[in-house]
């Protein structure tokens, strides 16, 4: 009976706590509490477990027709461009699909749910490539690299180009192309952006001073409008299905400029009513807005790491108050 008693004693322990080392001759235990599962505020509810794994799945995306869900994963146990893959998961259905392996990351859909765009990075430089949910394979929107590394690729309805991101000598630069892949333009500084499902303009983040701040871009003007500053890096952001609300990640850093926290955040199109969605311990990010009402995200909710790191991240949803 005592050996039973230390056993559940010892298993109790072990579903709350992690020990994370010994001090010296002393045997001195550090624990760690571990959150298994993000904290919504008042403005948001029906917080829900998309994915679990041990893997870290980031970035996820709903297909316009609410169907379908594609995110990237990243394999730590793998090395270089073996590390990352796109997963698709039906949305009402068990279990994932792996889509596309090796290199394949930052899916986002076409606007017919059929197929999508994102970076492949087995090449030497990594490029823009597409491919469609029932045939899978490999299609370069252009064969070559446009910069050091091309990604962050969408569908900009608005003006029927391609937006995305690269890497022009040390700066991330705003780029977009014809669907063919030519007629290759850069637009200016900036990372992240993500176009308005109907407007000639889209949202990105780019650094002001020491922190990342999120702008609109209006592409019949030139004008870049800033909507967020402060101590904090804003970063992510995506438009909601009627480009009404803008859904972005809030970071906190220490003095070091190390990270201390991540969470999910909801703004109107002019950088008013700020809402936050997520607290607690959990660190939340890469949200984007579903057309069935949710907003996808990714948390590292059951994280065992002592310094709260990306260990382990799966998919969540919740539903704003708006």
Known sequence: MKKLHILKTAISILAFSVIL??????????????????????????????TDDNLQ???????????????HTIDPSQIGSKQSHIDLKTIGSQGTTPLLTEGCMYPSWMPDSKGFYFTYAVPTKPVIAKSKIDQGGINYVSPNSNGDYDHYSSFLKGTNKILFTSKIGSDYQLCTMDPTGLNF????????????????????????????????????TGQQTQLTSGDFDYVHPKYSPDGKWIVFSKREKNKA???TSSHIFLMDINGGSVKQLTTGNTWNATPSFGSDGFIYFSSNAGNSDSKRSWDNFDVWKLIPNL
Not at 23 to 49: F, M, W, Y
Not at 57 to 71: A, E, M, Q, R, T
Not at 190 to 204: I, M, R, V
């Open 185 to 220: 333009t850069l637009l200016g500084v900036g990372e992240s952006p993500y176009p308005h499902p109907n407007n000639k303009e889209f949202l990105f983040n780019k650094k002001v001073g020491n922190f990342y701040q999120i702008f609109i871009y209006n592409l019949e």
């Open 57 to 71: 799945n980031f970035y996820p995306v709903l297909s316009p027709d609410g169907k379908k869900l594609l995110y």
């Open 21 to 50: 080392h010994n001090c010296g001759s002393k045997n001195i235990t550090k624990i760690i509490q571990i959150d298994l599962a993000p904290a919504v505020t008042p403005d948001a509810k029906e917080l829900t477990r998309v």
């Open 257 to 259: 400029g190390s990270q």
